[in-house]
């Protein structure tokens, strides 16, 4: 992907992009910010539906949450592979900054249920759910391309 494909595909000219966005990256990594928002939402939706919550609905509204991102599963791997060494040191902050306090609420949104999570089981709960959206992501990814022709 490049920024002229994507000023292209959605009709703007590429000097207007590049006031907002430096690189490719940099628009990779902002759109991965944005997914986090987007799983805080859902899983903070999902969550209040229906409390209390046991811990498999607490999973399963983990689970779902995450699964409604595909865009963002994909960028999970690639923010600490490339993405991050890639811009520039105060935008890579920000970004953390960002992402640490959702995780951190999400947390805490966890907790908050009566699954029995502690602050360190729901942070496992969370780690393990992004390593494994964003390696069955890339996995599906894989057996996509494969099936076509």
Do not use: N
């Amino acid at each position: 992907m490049t920024l002229t494909a994507v000023t292209t595909h959605v009709g703007l000219d590429l000097s207007a992009l590049r006031r907002y966005f430096e690189s490719r990256e940099e628009l990779l990594l902002e759109l991965a910010e944005l997914g986090w928002g987007e799983w805080r939402a859902g899983l903070l939706d999902a969550l209040a539906e229906a409390s209390p919550r046991t811990a498999t609905e607490v999973a399963q509204a983990v689970a779902a949450s995450l699964e409604r991102l595909p865009l963002f599963c994909d960028l999970l791997t690639h923010v600490v592979l490339s993405l991050e060494g890639a811009v520039r040191l105060d935008r890579a902050r920000r970004y953390k900054a960002a992402a640490t306090q959702t995780y951190d609420e999400m947390a805490d949104a966890l907790v908050a249920t009566e699954a029995g999570l502690d602050t360190d089981g729901a942070r496992i709960v969370l780690t393990v759910a992004m390593s494994v959206g964003a390696y069955l992501y890339q996995e599906g990814g894989r057996d996509r391309r494969r099936a076509m022709p």
